[in-house]
Nanobody, 120 residues
Framework: QVQLVESGGGLVQAGGSLRLSCTASGIMNRIYRMAWFRQAPGKQRELVAS???????NYADSVKDRFIISRDNAKNTVYVQMNSLKPEDTAVYYC??????????????WGQGTQVTVSS
């Protein structure tokens, strides 16, 4: 059974930093991609950043140059370092893991979410 455990959320002032981490357990296949999504009240869930097994990264325009995603393959853990936080970054952040050899047949798993609140 795949489980994703997130940590690192909290309350921070604008301009501050937080680091989220997510560790996946029960993975029996290749991890194709690890990512962070977020969902603010009244808005759709959106991709924040993703990283593939080879280290290729992708960022939402709104977080480029402020957030850095990384992963520790040995620990099945993904991190996102969030700097220069803004009130509009306030949301529930979800870890997302895609498992499988091919994207077309892969399985997707979600963490339970961690709240990030940025005060002005």
């Amino acid at each position: 059974q795949v489980q994703l455990v997130e940590s690192g959320g909290g309350l921070v002032q604008a301009g501050g930093s937080l680091r989220l981490s997510c560790t996946a357990s029960g993975i029996m296949n290749r991890i194709y991609r690890m990512a962070w999504f977020r969902q603010a009240p009244g808005k759709q869930r959106e991709l924040v950043a993703s990283i593939t097994g080879s280290g290729s990264t992708n960022y939402a325009d709104s977080v480029k140059d402020r957030f850095i995603i990384s992963r520790d393959n040995a620990k099945n853990t993904v991190y996102v370092q969030m700097n220069s936080l803004k009130p509009e970054d306030t949301a529930v952040y979800y870890c997302n893991v895609v498992v499988g050899q091919l994207l077309a047949t892969a399985s997707t798993y979600w963490g339970q979410g961690t709240q990030v609140t940025v005060s002005s």
